[in-house]
């Protein structure tokens, strides 16, 4: 049972554009999303999180929305830039007992320059 | 560079054996995660350490075991090895004393081929 979907496996998108990566989630007890970033032959790098009790935070280029009711988040990227190209990684973190963090398969992003 | 150092980077052993993966943690942190990443699959939580104590267990088959030492390294052991046990390994590293970590920082991974 997947409780943290990343549906469409890949992104492309131009330079300068807005890129939108999207996780859905089952599981209502999660407390903390986060997404990690990850390039070729590296280990994931977080990114940026958000506590369900918020909507959104932002860190400089990069948005993170969450909208608890549809279990959805999204990773807002404005302006993307070729560094961008990477696979990002939604994950949550469940409470109490099993608050370990169970992540997506990931979203391949492409920014073409 | 995330502080995190994981040994060795590429390992290829044979059904049946057994094998030791390590891992340094960042500086002061305590709790040291093991992740298990298998073709198109997410990373998959096996299990947490803090302190040289197992605080956490996620999807760790029986086959596999791991310990924290007092200098705060881990290892990974994986025993009896199947050809679905290929995959990248990867070790995390977080300061939060918490059952899990909020901001976890990740090893370059070890990608073990069993042939």
């Known amino acids: 049972d997947q409780q943290v979907k990343q549906n469409s496996p890949s992104l492309s998108v131009q330079e300068g554009r807005i890129s939108i990566l999207n996780c859905d989630y089952t599981n209502s007890m999660f407390d903390y999303f986060l997404w990690y970033k990850k390039y070729p032959a590296e280990g994931p790098t977080f990114l940026i999180s958000?506590?369900?009790?918020?909507d959104k935070n932002e860190d400089g280029r990069f948005t993170v929305f969450l909208n608890k009711s549809a279990k959805h988040l999204s990773l807002h990227i404005v302006p993307s830039q070729p560094g961008d190209s990477a696979v990002y990684f939604c994950?949550?973190?469940?409470?109490?007992?099993?608050?370990?963090?169970?992540f997506g398969k990931g979203i391949t992003l492409s920014v073409r320059p | 560079d995330s502080g995190v150092t994981q040994t060795p980077k590429h390992l290829i052993t044979a059904t049946g054996q057994r094998v030791t993966l390590r891992c340094s943690p960042r500086?002061?942190?305590?709790?040291v995660y093991w992740y298990q990443q298998s073709l198109d699959q997410g990373l998959q939580f096996l299990i947490q350490y803090y302190n040289g104590e197992e605080r956490a267990k996620g999807n760790i088959l029986e086959r596999f075991s791991a310990q924290q030492f007092p200098d705060l390294h881990s290892e990974l052991n994986l025993s009896s090895l199947e050809l679905g046990d290929s995959a990248l390994y990867f070790c995390?590293?977080?300061?939060?004393?918490?059952?899990?970590?909020?901001?976890?920082?990740f090893g370059p991974g070890t990608r073990l081929t069993v042939t």
């Open positions: 500086s002061g942190d305590l709790s």
């Open positions: 995390a590293s977080s300061t939060e004393a918490g059952l899990a970590g909020i901001k976890q920082y």
């Open positions: 958000i506590s369900s009790i918020k």
């Open positions: 994950a949550a973190r469940g409470t109490g007992a099993n608050s370990k963090l169970t």
